[in-house]
């Protein structure tokens, strides 16, 4: 005879159910704690990420799965200068990887982004009453020739603004004659020019110009920021307008 024992299998299947519910419910601290350390962490880690990306990066559209374009601003802010006044920004390139760039007033005129700048001696040439543009060059005074740079100096008529960032290696063929004429704009610096040194510099022809408008790091590899380059170097301030 057989006999069925509905009551203990009925109680076996309650005691289960509680057990697994007060698993549950155990666990429910536990998964709450975690979610809350691995939020913090991602807000973290995405402010590193982002704080770690080029300035000028816009994050606005957020459905997007591709990063965004740079946003228009290349410049850093610029100065607030008197009237009859420019303002300038220049920055050297950084070893043989980042080219230099040279702002106008906010506007950048030499740099990647415009596809004017290349290794060597970078100048930008203004007019001195009006700020306008005349020209922009790049001179190779690695495997370069010197000559069309001294063409270019010698050609700066009075009242002009000329601007230099040097990229990667600005001296090996700069002679006598090119450092003299970049002196003669009103240069400190040129003539000490060596080897990868890093240098920004501001003058002009037929024009008194702050003697601080001009920065030179030497190539030191016991003090270099890139192994066999020196730091990046960065001038700002404000350009007079030439008056006759």
């Not at 979610?35 to 990306?53: H, I, K, M």
């Not at 008197?82 to 702002?103: E, L, R, T, W, Y």
């Not at 690695?142 to 000329?162: H, M, R």
């Not at 610096?189 to 110009?209: E, I, P």
Request: aromatic share 8%; net charge positive; glycine share 8%.
């Amino acid at each position: 005879m057989f006999t069925v024992r509905v009551g203990k299998r009925k109680m076996a299947r309650k005691n289960f159910r509680n057990r697994l519910l007060l698993c549950v419910l155990s666990l429910v601290p536990v998964i709450v704690v975690v979610t809350v350390v691995l939020q913090r962490y991602s807000d973290s880690a995405t402010a590193d990420w982002r704080r770690s990306l080029p300035d000028g990066f816009d994050f606005s559209n957020r459905g997007n799965k591709r990063l965004s374009k740079p946003a228009a601003r290349l410049c850093p802010n610029g100065m607030a200068c008197p009237d009859n006044h420019f303002s300038f920004s220049i920055q050297s390139g950084a070893a043989n990887v980042v080219a230099p760039k040279i702002c106008l007033q906010n506007k950048m005129v030499l740099g990647t982004a415009v596809r004017n700048a290349g290794v060597g001696i970078n100048v930008v040439i203004l007019n001195g009453k009006t700020g306008e543009l005349i020209k922009t060059g790049n001179f190779d005074m690695y495997a370069g020739d010197v000559n069309p740079l001294i063409e270019l100096l010698k050609s700066i008529e009075t009242g002009s603004v000329v601007m230099m960032a040097s990229y990667d290696e600005p001296a090996s063929k700069l002679t006598d004659e090119a450092r003299k004429l970049i002196a003669e704009l009103g240069s400190s610096k040129v003539q000490a020019l060596g080897f990868r040194d890093n240098w920004v510099f501001v003058g002009g022809k037929g024009a008194a110009m702050d003697s601080g408008f001009e920065k030179y790091k030497k190539n030191d590899r016991a003090s270099n920021k890139y192994e066999d380059w020196p730091e990046i170097l960065e001038l700002k301030g404000c350009i007079p307008r030439f008056m006759e």
